[in-house]
């Protein structure tokens, strides 16, 4: 178990790591997501011991390690770039870990060909890691962490310089990985839909601080503010400034939106109301689906599905629809928006009712 | 980029603090110790104060080598620096010619300092010197025993065929961390040959332009042995500088008092020009 | 803006190329329209990159000439040929402001100052920096900095086309939504010839009007995105496009009867194959639904990824993936359904069509 207690990180009278309280409990996969800068790698190093917190203190299975040097403290770490030995091969790279643990020869060969296994590196552990592709040389990288048995495994973007199938692939290969390992996994990225991917739990990072941590999915479905929501939507969120009277939504010159269910309970007054592009379409799938006029900006056909740029009421919109449709620019339509999804955000920010889902 | 803390680490650099100690502490303080003494010899020592300071800054001597000091560290600069980027510039980037120039522009800076010297003097030399022979013969008048100004071109050219390749390595350092797609960038934006240089490897190179700038002027700034070898601070004193002149003044006469306040102030002076070379060139960077 | 012509070129980077696996560019014979954005897709070490810098004329093609409106430009070099680039990591000059940047290219073409400015301020509008514009380009973000090399292309008026080299790698989830869109806006307007290369098929597919899909030195298919999408004429397309990719299987063929182990289905047409050919079936998650009756199938894992789930399953011993939208609930003894429509049957990779 890894705790962060009020844990900062200082720098230059700036705070980049805000006062943070964070509980990582062993065998879980635990995703930083936000974007350059939040504070991810910074956080991570304070994990690792690389940095020593400006206040606060760090704890593992409830024992203060908060100056312990990084040695000491079995953490792996694999970094965007992919490094390795280059003039060992790698079953060498693989090994260099037990090696410096001094495990006997038998030991080690069982565990190298274990992890090579699991990484899908066996027939290429006589070749050094720069004859190899990307991919297996993150694979040969994180078979390294893996090995080394460590009880924190940190990785910062390991798939962000790969191939966009290999990081599919990779993706879809981790949490099977992980699962099989008792360590504490924390695995940073800028992508929403990675830790979407991934699974198990995510903290949403913004500026210095974690916003919201839990399971990931919940915390995709029921973000506790706006940054939240904000931070952890790919493709990005669709916000409208609306006011509540009654059971309906107003916004200047529309005819507005009918108040879902789950949303009838909050007061009257002005909310930020928002929705995932999923959930404007074209049909009514719904008897909930509230019927809008909005206006065509541009739309982008990824093949199986159409991105359409809106624009209702002087707001931007984007509408992920299923099916192929290229309509010109400037174009008037109705689109149809699923209001049991509605998420509302109060003037502070902060949620005031998630959505039913 | 931070550190872990480890109270350990004072070990570890506590030989260097040791040596450094030893090797530049302690012979200063004694250095300012003589400044402030006189001696008649028998190692009696007598209270000077000041005297020392103030005879040294009101000395023609000393203020007519710190003149040919300065004008020395000038054209070295002015010769080195754009001749330096200019040979980087026009060096190979890929394939056997560049360890080839890496390794011609090597050799001079692997040759001791007095060697430097030895061979110069020799080279130039009217009476049996390749290089002074030859300029006889071609009807040139050139003595640099006799004549100030060639003793002086003796000594440049001297310093810029010994010194210039540590400009050219460091410019090449800097040319070659530039990315491919800056230069077809710029063919695309139609470029001339200028503006590349300019927008683009000019500012790629200022860093390690400033290092090469602070090393050649405190070098050529402190500019000793060759000199010394070549000409001995002659013909006249025409090429004494301060650290000549310095050593004139302390081993050849046993001033040791005058001597010391003079290296205290040599020493301030190069710090201060330091400084202020860093931070001009420091502070230009930051605006950017 | 230019049509391009892509006449029979094929290019090694080694001396003398004997066999095909020699070259990193194999026979490339195409005709780009003039105001087409194309994007070339594929992994790396495709001939994506190798085909973009024969194009930009950083590289002379080892056969075959490359033609901009029916004019030779094989043997022009990169300024001759009046191009636009956009690189991966942004390339802006740091000493420069803004303004200047965006000038720099009409300067060094000796443009009349007065025009320099009008167009300058035109383009700042156009890619929204004019609030920067005395600003020093080196303190500015990855997006802004790939705004700026992207302006300064577009700058010149008179450019044949604008490459783009896999330009939003540096830029983070929630910019490249904003730098796409308006890219995309940016074609509409001015119908630039543009060639983006790219490894993501979100980009390339969301960019592009036709999208040529490059895997071994070789072009695969050239499609709309829904040509990918629907009818990917060899099963890498079919893999490369579309996230989780076509579930591509072994297959046996009799009739409009097609047999995967000991389930069969029916298909709406007989596939025209020949006799000794490979048979697949390739099927796309997406064209996969739960029913009542159907095919057996063993779940393994659910991915609940938002939006949507992805099933991943065991088919008579294969692993399948299936895609179920947000609402859908999985069966405890789940029974799945292939949309005939959707199925396209591959004979040695190649998609092969129905017979008539």
Redesign the interface.
């Given at each position: 178990m890894l705790e962060l207690r009020k844990a900062a990180k200082m720098v230059a009278g700036e705070y980049h790591i805000h006062p943070t309280d964070l509980t990582l409990a062993r065998g879980s996969l635990n995703v930083l997501l936000g974007?350059?800068l939040a504070g991810k790698t910074s956080l991570m190093r304070l994990m690792a011991?690389?940095?020593?917190p400006t206040s606060g203190s760090v704890h593992f299975d409830g024992q203060d390690v908060t100056?312990l040097?990084?040695q000491k403290r079995n953490v792996a770490m694999v970094y965007q770039q992919f490094i390795n030995y280059p003039s060992l091969t790698v079953y060498e790279n693989i090994a260099s870990p037990l090696r410096i643990a001094g495990k006997d020869a038998a030991t080690i060969d069982r565990e190298v060909r274990k992890a090579a296994e699991l990484l899908r590196l066996s027939p290429y552990l006589d070749r050094t890691p720069l004859s190899l592709?990307?991919g297996q040389q993150q694979r040969t990288a994180l078979a390294r962490a893996l090995v080394k048995n460590a009880s924190l495994v940190l990785m910062d973007e390991p798939l962000a310089n790969l191939?966009?199938?290999?990081r599919?692939e990779l993706r879809?290969e981790l949490p099977k990985v992980f699962a099989q390992s008792g360590a504490i996994f924390v695995y940073a990225t800028?992508?929403?839909?990675e830790a979407?991917?991934l699974?198990g739990n995510t903290a949403t990072l913004s500026e210095g601080r974690i916003t919201q941590f839990g399971p990931t999915?919940s915390v995709?479905?029921r973000p506790a503010d706006l940054v939240t929501a904000?931070t952890f939507a790919?493709?990005?969120l669709n916000f409208i400034e609306m006011v509540k009277s009654g059971d309906a939504f107003q916004h200047r010159n529309t005819e507005g939106l009918p108040v879902p269910a789950h949303l009838r309970a909050i007061e009257n007054g002005p909310v930020t109301v928002a929705f995932?592009p999923?959930h404007l379409g074209f049909s009514q799938q719904t008897p909930e689906a509230a019927k809008l006029n909005a206006r065509v900006?541009?739309s982008?056909?990824?093949?199986?599905e159409s991105?359409v740029?809106l624009e209702y009421d002087g707001v931007k919109w984007?509408m992920?629809a299923p099916g192929?449709h290229d309509i010109d620019?400037d174009t008037g339509i109705d689109v149809f928006l699923d209001t049991r999804h509605l998420m509302a955000f109060g003037s502070d920010g902060r949620a005031i009712a998630a959505a039913a889902? | 980029m931070?550190k872990?803390?480890?109270n350990k680490a004072w070990f570890l650099v506590l030989p260097v603090l040791l040596l450094v100690a030893f090797s530049a502490v302690i012979p200063l303080m004694t250095v300012v110790n003589y400044s402030v003494q006189d001696t008649f010899g028998n190692n009696q020592f007598f209270w000077a104060g000041t005297d020392w300071f103030d005879d040294i800054l009101h000395s023609d001597r000393f203020w007519q080598a710190l003149q040919r000091n300065l004008l020395f560290s000038f054209i070295i600069l002015a010769l080195e620096i754009p001749l330096g980027i200019f040979i980087a510039l026009n060096m190979p980037r890929k394939g056997i010619g560049v360890s080839v120039c890496l390794v011609l522009m090597a050799l001079p800076l692997l040759i001791p300092w007095n060697v430097v010297g030895t061979i110069w003097q020799v080279f130039g030399r009217v009476d049996i010197g390749l290089l002074g022979r030859t300029l006889a013969i071609l009807g040139v008048d050139y003595n640099y025993v006799r004549d100030p100004i060639d003793a002086w071109i003796t000594v440049i050219v001297m310093d810029v065929w010994h010194w210039t390749s540590l400009v050219v390595l460091l410019c090449y350092a800097g040319l070659v961390s530039i990315p491919d797609a800056y230069y077809q960038a710029a063919k695309i934006d139609g470029a001339s040959r200028f503006s590349v240089f300019r927008y683009i490897q000019l500012p790629k190179m200022k860093r390690v332009l400033l290092i090469a700038v602070l090393l050649r002027f405190m070098d050529s700034f402190m500019i000793y042995t060759e000199p010394f070898v070549v000409t001995g601070g002659g013909p006249g004193n025409s090429t004494t500088f301060l650290s000549i002149d310095l050593v004139k003044m302390a081993v050849g006469q046993f001033d040791l008092g005058p001597a010391a306040a003079m290296s205290i102030v040599y020493f301030l002076i190069i710090l201060l020009l330091s400084w202020v070379f860093y931070t001009v060139m420091t502070s230009r960077d930051a605006e950017n | 803006m230019a049509r391009i012509t892509l006449d029979h070129i094929r290019h090694a980077y080694g001396a003398n190329p004997v066999s095909e696996s020699d070259y990193a560019l194999r026979e490339v014979d195409h005709e780009w329209n003039d105001g087409g954005a194309y994007a070339l897709l594929g992994?790396?070490?495709c001939g994506k990159t190798t085909l973009l810098n024969i194009i930009s004329g950083l590289l002379q093609p080892s056969h075959g000439r490359i033609l901009f409106d029916g004019r030779d430009v094989t043997e022009l070099s990169t300024q001759a040929r009046n191009i636009a680039q956009v690189f991966q990591f942004p390339v802006v000059y740091d000493t420069m402001t803004v303004y200047d940047n965006l000038a720099f290219p009409l300067r060094n073409r000796h443009v009349p100052e007065a025009e320099v400015d009008r167009r300058v301020r035109e383009m700042l509008e156009i890619i929204d920096l004019s609030g920067m514009a005395k600003r020093k380009a080196q303190r500015l973000t990855?997006d802004q900095k790939q705004k700026i090399s992207l302006g300064r292309g577009l700058v010149r008026n008179d450019v044949n086309a604008i490459l783009f080299d896999e330009p939003l790698t540096v830029i983070?989830?929630?910019m490249k939504?904003v730098l796409?869109?308006q890219l995309?806006?940016l074609h509409?307007q001015f119908g630039f010839t543009m060639v983006y290369v790219t490894?993501?098929?979100?980009e390339a597919?969301?960019?592009a009007d036709k999208v040529v899909v490059m895997y071994e030195g070789q072009i695969v298919q050239i499609g709309?995105?829904?040509e990918?999408?629907?009818k990917p004429r060899h099963t890498f397309v079919g893999?490369?496009?579309?996230?989780?990719?076509m579930n591509v299987m072994p297959a046996r063929i009799s009739g409009n009867r097609v047999s995967i182990g000991s389930e069969s289905i029916e298909l709406d047409n007989a596939p025209r194959i020949g006799g000794d050919e490979r048979i697949e079936l390739g099927i796309?998650p997406?064209f996969i639904r739960f029913a009542r009756e159907g095919l057996k199938v063993k779940i393994n894992r659910i991915?609940?990824?938002?939006?949507r789930k992805i099933v991943?399953a065991e088919f008579e011993g294969r692993p399948i993936a299936i895609v179920a939208s947000?609402?859908v609930e999985i069966p405890a003894e789940p029974r799945i359904v292939f949309d005939p429509a959707r199925i396209n049957v591959y004979a040695d990779s190649w998609r092969v069509g129905e017979e008539a």
């Open positions: 974007p350059t011991g690389l940095d020593r100056g040097a990084v592709s990307g191939d966009y199938k290999l599919e879809e800028t992508e929403p839909s979407l991917l699974g999915i995709y479905r904000r790919d493709p990005p995932h999923h900006q541009i982008e056909i990824t093949g199986s991105f740029h984007v992920l192929i620019p889902a | 931070e872990t803390w480890n | 992994p790396s070490g990855a983070d989830p929630h939504w796409r869109s995309k806006r509409k490894h993501d098929q979100t597919l969301t960019f709309t995105p829904a990918l999408f629907e893999y490369f496009i579309g996230s989780p990719g796309r997406e991915e609940d990824i938002g939006r991943r947000e609402d």
